[in-house]
């Protein structure tokens, strides 16, 4: 059997975590260059470029920035309701900034972390650059168009005119963090470290770095590079000195070894971090210094008993996660990210998988910091397009050079563990043009391909396919061997070119459940992951009963399903019919141990891709939390399988109508059974048989209390209570914390909900909920979770959704405190303050 054995260590440079590492001087400065940009969203001819334009009237704002997520939410933007009903257009950017002569000798790079989409940069009228692909990282060297002492302009324009060119919601802008680097002319270049382990025991490991140095100057220089190793607390540990090389206008790569004793290895349940500093001296003088943090662990993926980290099995329970952060829209925000992480870490997800495109690499370091697995996905098409104006445009001239600069942004990252190539791609189904692939640029041929000479193959019927495939996997493979490569695929291997191809390190399956069981006949050589599964439909707060049949929405993936309710049951009896219910579909995961893991679609609700619905929805109904970050009540059912924590979930609420019968759910651990009351009267006791994933108890509704007691060997574990609420009497307000860093960028999320006179939730509270702040903060969005709720995110008011809304409060770069004021009609008024420090 094969079997891939990948070791790897990470890094990653983020200031947003305090880690106590000794601080030297460093030739290198980093700039934030997020603040005080103008913008204008104009799709006509103008020439932002210009530098006589004068930009005074337009709007100033930072960065990041989305202003599609501004507009109201509208079925006649060309996007869709599938692209989120929202607007594009196109956007331009200024900023008039200055260089100190002191700097003239330095070398200026600006990096973009990501804009979309086709964004073009121009310095003081000079064309820089353009890339077409919204989600890349990429960076220039402005230092030939700066005027050193004086005022500069930057430009940058930002086309999102066409749609739809996304099957989710896009974003529009410069929607990631913008920096600027100063350093010498000689200097390790962006993304210019590498870090393995070709060794790991528990007495030591060996650490290899390799290093790419530039030496611009067109004079010799005797430059030496030295690697220091320091702990999480800061001591350093070994270092080591590299010969001295001699440059002149040129670039070297030089491989040094280190040596950690007793290693602390990173792992989902201790993420721990080392650092090494990398230093460039020339003639004795510093002249720059690179940090690369780094995690030592070793995985395996094998075929009969699934995956391994630092030798021990585990499951990989992950989630698909799109890049939207709800009411923020795409415009990152590092808390923003990091609440949704703990949201899941706290049902158990060990796993994101980055659907379908580069992440933010501020959700690779968390991901880092946390404790998480990543499958770090580069596409969703190919050469065939899914949308009119999609990627696919730009696939010929682009794919290379953004599949190779995403995987050396991210190579280092510890938690990173699979690369994915592409997610359903339409080469799966039928050849592509000759035209398509050039096999002489991609120097593959057949011949050279582990690939089965099937007769289909000799026609060519996939021979094209195939060999993209392989050229695909080549690319990361050259500039990291030490990770398998897969893709989310939809067919089997009688009809798969990309399986075919034998280009795949891990075989990945989107659905097709019932073929898990037998995977390893098909596929007796590699390794299998569940890159997709489920898709179960719910909507928070809703139920559909009876709960014990199952609503296919829509019967068939291409016929359109309606339903007066818009909405989607929170029973998990609701499926698209390419997928499962959430309890079928783990009941088959945890049963086979060749199976290495999933990746559940979705983690979170995103804006875009309404399935079931069309118009009126504008968001999806897929996650396992709402847009807003709140739990739908299958997350309780993960909590019990996946965590250590005692569990005991009922659901639905309690406040119906006379007459109804009501199906009451319970997930639960760590007992033998659930006994439920109504009303201090026994209902019976429930214990889960076989592979039972919850219990059930069919009740006729009378208004009161019910009361569930789960017990193990007759002892009460938990209790838990739901009451009919009566009418609502008050406001509560929770932030989630009430203290957060006067940076500018810090965000506290407030939960809305209305009380009645006894302090019981009002579940079904639709009321409409007005915000005002006073101090140092703003409010950055509101939400609820309602997928059919067309008023912009951005605005300070938010109805109720089945008893729950949100305000997301950010702060405005300076010390002090915020007053948040909420008001419904007919109620107190409630504030809660949060402190920014």
Known sequence: MKKLVLVFLSFYVVTAFAINFPTIENPRRIVDFNRNWKFLLNDTLIQGSDVKIDDTKWRTLNLPHDWSIESDFSKDFPATPGGGALPGGIGWYRKTFSIDKKDKAKKVFIEFDGVYRNSEVWVNGSFIGK?????????????????????????????????????????????????????????????????????????????????????????????????????????????????????????????????????????INNPYLYKIVTRVYVFGLLKDEYETFVGIRSFKFDVEKG?????????????????????????????????????????????????????????????????????????????????????????????????????????NHPSVIIWSIGNEVGEQWGDTPAEDVDLQK??????????????????????????????????????????????????????????????????????????????????????????????????????????????????????????????????????????????????????????????????????????????????????IVDLAGFPKDVYYMY????????????????????????????????????????????????????????????????????KAISRKGGKTVLEKEMKTAGLPMSIKLSADRPAIKADGYDLSFVTVELLDKDGTLCPLANNLVKFSVMGTGFIAGTDNGNENDHNSLKKPERNLFYGKCLAIIQNNGKPGTITLTAEVAGLPVAKTEIRCE
């Open 639 to 706: 909590q019990s399988e996946w965590t250590d924590k005692t569990v005991l979930h009922i659901f639905p609420h309690w406040n119906w109508s006379a007459g109804d019968t009501i199906d009451v759910w319970a997930y639960y651990n760590k007992a033998d059974e659930v006994e439920l009351y109504l009303n201090r009267k026994s209902l019976g006791k429930r214990s889960k048989t076989r592979d039972d994933l919850h219990v059930m108890w069919r009740v006729p509704y009378v208004p009161g209390t019910l």
């Open 131 to 267: 890339r077409p692909n919204g989600y890349i990282s990429f960076s220039y060297d402005i230092t030939p168009y700066l005027k050193f002492g004086e005022e500069n302009i930057i430009a940058i324009r930002a086309d999102n005119h066409d749609q739809p060119n996304s099957r989710w919601y896009s974003g529009s802008g410069i929607y990631r963090n913008v920096r600027l680097v100063f350093t010498s002319p000689v200097y390790i270049p962006q993304w210019g470290t590498s870090v393995t382990t070709p060794r790991i025991n528990a007495d030591s490991a060996d650490i290899t770095i390799e290093t790419l140095v530039k030496n611009e100057m067109k004079v010799r220089k005797e430059i030496k590079i030295e690697q220091n190793l320091y702990d999480a607390a800061g001591n350093l540990l070994t270092q080591t000195d590299g010969n001295v090389i001699a440059l002149k206008d040129s670039t070297r790569n030089l491989i040094q070894n280190l040596v950690v004793h007793k290693p602390v290895l990173w792992d």
């Open 307 to 411: 995956f391994f980290l630092n030798g021990r099995s585990v499951k990989i329970n992950g989630v698909c996660n799109h890049h939207d952060l709800g009411a923020l829209g795409t415009a990152i925000n590092t808390r923003a990210l990091e609440r949704q992480l703990e949201i899941l870490k706290n049902m158990g997800v060990n796993a994101i998988r980055t659907s379908h495109n580069p992440p933010a690499p501020e959700l690779l370091d968390l991901c880092d910091r946390m404790g998480f697995i990543v499958m770090d996905e580069a596409f969703d098409m190919w050469k065939k397009k899914k949308t009119k104006y999609d990627y696919s445009l730009d696939f010929d001239m682009w794919h290379e050079r953004d599949l190779t600069d995403q995987i050396k942004r991210d190579r």
């Open 442 to 623: 991609a120097n593959i041929a057949l011949n050279n391909m582990k690939v089965k000479e099937t007769e289909d193959v000799k026609k060519g019927k996939y021979g094209k396919n195939a060999l993209l495939t392989k050229h695909l996997a080549d690319i990361v493979h050259k500039t990291d061997p030490t990770r398998p490569v897969t893709a989310g695929c939809n067919g089997t291997e009688d009809s798969n070119p990309l399986f075919q191809s034998g280009a795949l390190d891990l075989i990945g399956f989107n659905y097709h459940e019932s073929q898990f069981a037998d995977i390893t006949k098909h596929f007796p050589q590699t390794p299998f992951i569940v890159t997709e599964s489920v898709s179960a439909l719910q909507t928070r707060g809703y139920y559909v009963n009876p709960s014990d049949s199952v609503i296919i929405a829509p019967k068939r993936w291409d016929l359109p399903y309606t339903n007066p309710s818009q909405q989607c049951s929170a029973y998990d009896n609701c499926r698209a019919p390419w997928g499962s219910t959430h309890e079928n579909n783990w009941k088959i995961i945890k049963k086979y141990p060749h199976v290495s893991g999933q990746f559940i679609w979705a983690g979170f609700d995103y804006l875009g891709e309404p399935t079931p619905y069309w118009w009126p929805s504008r968001s999806s109904f897929f996650g």
